[in-house]
């Protein structure tokens, strides 16, 4: 399975963004997709994700009630709609897919996208 993410950029606080990330190849085997980000010097932490087959999504506390992940399954593409963005935003977004296993960890990961948020 491929990702490929976009739709990064450079927005002011309490703007939006929309990132997309398109999946291509054995998007067969993909039970869920998740949103990531990692800011400078911090770890890699969840935003966001859903099944593939959609009905269940989660969120970091962080980003609930401001981002909404999406799919669309006729595009092989998963959405994350940022509304309300705040300067701690500011981060590489990463998509992954993951296979229906006992194992939490994501199996395929995106190149990721730059968000940033200005003050």
């Known amino acids: 399975v491929q990702l490929q993410a976009s739709g990064g950029g450079l927005v002011q606080a309490g703007g939006s963004l929309r990132l997309s990330c398109a999946a291509s190849g054995r998007t067969l085997f993909v039970y869920g997709m998740g949103w990531f980000r990692q800011a400078p010097g911090k770890e890699r932490e969840f935003v966001a994700a859903t099944r593939w087959s959609g009905g269940s999504t989660s969120y970091a506390d962080s980003v609930k009630g401001r981002f909404t992940i999406s799919r669309d399954n006729a595009k092989n593409t998963v959405y994350l709609q940022m509304d309300s963005l705040k300067p701690e935003d500011t981060a590489v977004y990463y998509c992954?897919?993951?296979?229906?296993?006992?194992?939490?960890?994501?199996?395929?990961w995106g190149q990721g996208t730059q968000v940033t948020v200005s003050s």
């Open positions: 992954a897919a993951k296979r229906l296993t006992m194992s939490p960890d994501y199996d395929y």
